[in-house]
């Protein structure tokens, strides 16, 4: 609002000025916030999650690239007790391991996309033959030290925590859209 006596309108000019400079403060102060509820760097490949299975925490790296899951857990000495490595694919397929570099006695289980354990076999040090799952539908696969799901008594039909899956696929900077995880 203008005002036509001449003292008036030159202190309302005068205001124009700051309230353009505090609405410029104002919006600059809310992209310095928007700034910091941004992620930070995303979790290197080596980062371990904390993932139930059943009733017990795994810490579980996450293969999530073609080159991660085709590595895997090959030239390692060892892997500690209670850790593992998760290979989450895009699409529910039948799978297939091998042992191929591996010096590790391992167990794999086989999930849907649900989160339902549905398999588990034994794999064996440099044992380069396919262990296969018998399902077309399995999205996740579970590689932990030999004898660990039977010593902590998960069995088919148990589930891992989809919520902590979802996560940690957060926290190492994927897009959990980019897999095909079945909502429950």
């Excluded at 000495?77 to 039948?94: I, N, Q, S, V």
């Excluded at 167990?107 to 064996?124: A, K, R």
């Excluded at 010593?151 to 190492?172: H, L, Q, S, Y």
């Amino acid at each position: 609002m203008f005002f036509c006596h001449a003292s008036n309108r030159l202190v309302h000019q005068s205001r124009l000025p700051l309230t353009f400079f505090s609405l410029c403060l104002a919006l600059t102060l809310l992209g310095c916030k928007a700034d910091q509820s941004e992620p930070t760097e995303p979790s290197p490949a080596e980062t371990y999650f904390p993932i139930q299975i059943g009733d017990v925490t795994l810490q579980l790296q996450l293969a999530l690239t073609q080159p991660e899951q085709q590595k895997g857990l090959m030239f390692r000495d060892e892997l500690a007790t209670g850790h593992g490595m998760l290979f989450l694919f895009e699409k529910p397929e039948k799978r297939g391991f091998w042992m191929k570099n591996t010096r590790i006695p391992l167990d794999i289980g086989y999930f849907d996309s649900s989160g339902q354990l549905l398999e588990v076999y034994p794999l064996y040090p440099y044992d380069e033959t396919s262990v296969p799952s018998r399902s077309d539908q399995i999205l996740i696969a579970v590689e932990t030290n030999r004898g660990w799901y039977k010593a902590n008594g998960v069995a088919p039909e148990a589930f891992i925590d989809m919520d902590a899956v979802k996560k940690a696929v957060i926290e190492r900077g994927f897009k959990v859209t980019s897999f095909a995880i079945e909502e429950r």
